[in-house]
């Protein structure tokens, strides 16, 4: 299973968490009840955000987290320094 990271605004917490892509986590309560800990003084309807972290990025930059843009290796054969069509 993936691995995400959720913040909320309200109380400044990042949380990680594993769970099926299918799978959608909108608040802090829903959040909070997948890793089996309380709330804290943070309301259940809380709203949080996914936050892109460097184990997504390096899942989409093929291994390496980079903050160039993925357009240079989008070559004909996935690897432009090793294209034969050029």
Do not use: F
């Not at 309200?10 to 608040?27: D, F």
């Amino acid at each position: 299973m993936p691995t995400y990271q959720y913040r909320c605004e309200q109380n400044g917490e990042t949380l990680e968490v594993q769970h099926r892509m299918t799978e959608t986590l909108t608040n802090w309560g829903q959040l909070c009840a997948k890793l089996e800990r309380g709330l804290g003084a943070t309301p259940a309807d809380a709203p949080i955000e996914t936050v892109i972290s460097g184990g997504l990025m390096a899942m989409v930059n093929g291994g390496t987290p980079k903050s160039e843009s993925l357009l240079p290796m989008a070559g004909c054969c996935g690897n432009p320094s090793s294209c034969q069509h050029h």
